[in-house]
């Protein structure tokens, strides 16, 4: 179907983008690499007045060293931030989340941050982020303001980026020397996951000594193992270790692709998967 009529506007600034969007109000929405939002307007579930691409905003891509922290621009491609050496050394989870995240050409053009933006339950970015506890940073028409992935993901589709406002950049602090994995369930290539886990562990000889683990589809926004994760420290990382039950507390959908039992079993068995490959077990 071809998207209902808009006007289009692809500003040179953040501040140019924002004053487009506080007067276009209601009625505009942001385009970052389209890859979710074009199917969007060409099923006609959203006909916005105005489009307000974010494509030629160079301040907004890129990814840089912060100290404690790496700093990755919201329109940087999934390409570029897999291919990054400071992302790879620092948040090896999410380096690899994008190894499996859709097919090259998506990678390509769909951006971390409209990724994260969207919030897609089933996307693959937001479990990885919330695990390596990043902050976003959103820029509004009253300044920028930072948010913990803990409060950033709200509802299914929904994050706390409210109407007007950007996000600029996703802030993820260092954890250098971690191993990590994300374990992804998918019943085709190419696809979002039933079910997915993401994890990252230190480890000291042989034993866990700090442990972070997502899930990804097991709600209706992406969740922290915590339970797992206190389980986890002070034991060796062996199999019989990590057996700890992975689906407490969560509310899977079910679906065409399993209902909410087999995903909490699958929660359980990709949990092992990951934290053992994680810990290089
Ligand atoms: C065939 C296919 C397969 C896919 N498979 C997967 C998969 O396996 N796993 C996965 O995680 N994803 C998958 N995706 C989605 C992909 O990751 C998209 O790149 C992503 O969901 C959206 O990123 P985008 O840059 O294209 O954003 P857009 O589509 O441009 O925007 C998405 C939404 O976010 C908003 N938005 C975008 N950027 C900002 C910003 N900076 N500030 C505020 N709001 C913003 C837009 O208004 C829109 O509502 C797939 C997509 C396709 C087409």
Do not use: C
Not at 124 to 143: C, M, Q, T, W, Y
Not at 155 to 162: K, P, R, S
Not at 217 to 234: D, W, Y
């Amino acid at each position: 179907m071809i998207p209902a009529q808009f006007d289009y506007v692809a500003p040179a600034t953040v501040e140019e983008a924002l004053s487009a969007l506080a007067e276009a109000g209601e009625d505009a929405k942001i385009i970052a690499g389209g890859q979710s939002l074009l199917p969007v307007l060409r099923m006609r579930l959203n006909a916005p007045e105005l489009v307000v691409d974010l494509g030629r905003i160079e301040a907004l891509r890129g990814i840089r060293d912060d100290g404690d922290a790496i700093v990755i621009g919201a329109m940087t491609t999934h390409s570029d931030v897999f291919h990054d050496a400071l992302v790879r050394d620092n948040a090896l989870v999410i380096t690899h989340a994008l190894e499996l995240l859709a097919d090259p050409q998506v990678r390509h053009r769909g951006t971390f941050g409209g990724a994260l933006a969207h919030a897609d339950p089933a996307g693959d970015l937001g479990a990885p982020s919330l695990a390596l506890d990043a902050e976003f940073v959103i820029a509004g028409p009253a300044g920028t303001r930072t948010v913990a992935a803990e409060d950033f993901f709200v509802d299914l589709f929904t994050t706390a980026i409210e109407d007007g406002e950007i996000l600029t950049e996703v802030r993820i602090p260092k954890r250098p020397g971690w191993g990590a994995h994300y374990e992804k369930f998918v019943r085709v290539a190419h696809q979002w996951p039933i079910v997915a886990v993401a994890a990252a562990v230190s480890v000291e000889g042989s034993t866990i000594t700090e442990a972070r683990v997502g899930l990804t589809n097991m709600g209706s926004t992406p969740l922290r193992a915590r339970a797992v994760e206190q389980a986890l420290v002070g034991q060796p990382a062996t199999d019989e270790a990590v057996r700890t039950a992975a689906a407490e507390g969560t509310n899977p959908p079910s679906d065409l692709n399993g209902d909410a039992d087999y995903r909490r079993h699958l929660a359980t068995v990709l949990t092992r998967r990951a934290v053992l490959a994680a810990a290089g077990a």
